[in-house]
């Protein structure tokens, strides 16, 4: 019924400036619209409503990841820019903060200024 329909993300902020800055200059993100309830930017096609509340408590695990061609350079390029990657005592991750899951796909956590989890996973080729 819904498989034919556009979705829309949705995450939580409580600086809106904050949230402009890294979701806008810092990801590449296009701000779509600014009302009294959500900033909205594009996520390739898909709306991207960050939900301005007062108060808000990130999840412990991933809310938004990316699909991407190469994780390190896109590592690389979001660390130029003063994105920081999470690192983690439970798993092996190289020098650039990926983690390399059993079937092979890449992975790097890094988090939003409100401490929302976002990822980016490069697949193996299959």
Known sequence: MLGHTQPVAFLAITD?????VFYGDLLGLRLISDDPF??????????L?????REF????FTSLGWHVDDATSTVVALRERGVEFERYGFIEQDADGIWTAPGGTRVAWFKDPDGNLLSLSQHAAV
């Open 16 to 20: 809106v400036e904050r949230a402009k």
């Open 38 to 47: 959500a900033l909205v930017f594009d996520l390739a096609g898909v709306p």
């Open 57 to 60: 408590a990130p999840h412990a």
């Open 49 to 53: 409503r960050l939900q301005k509340l």
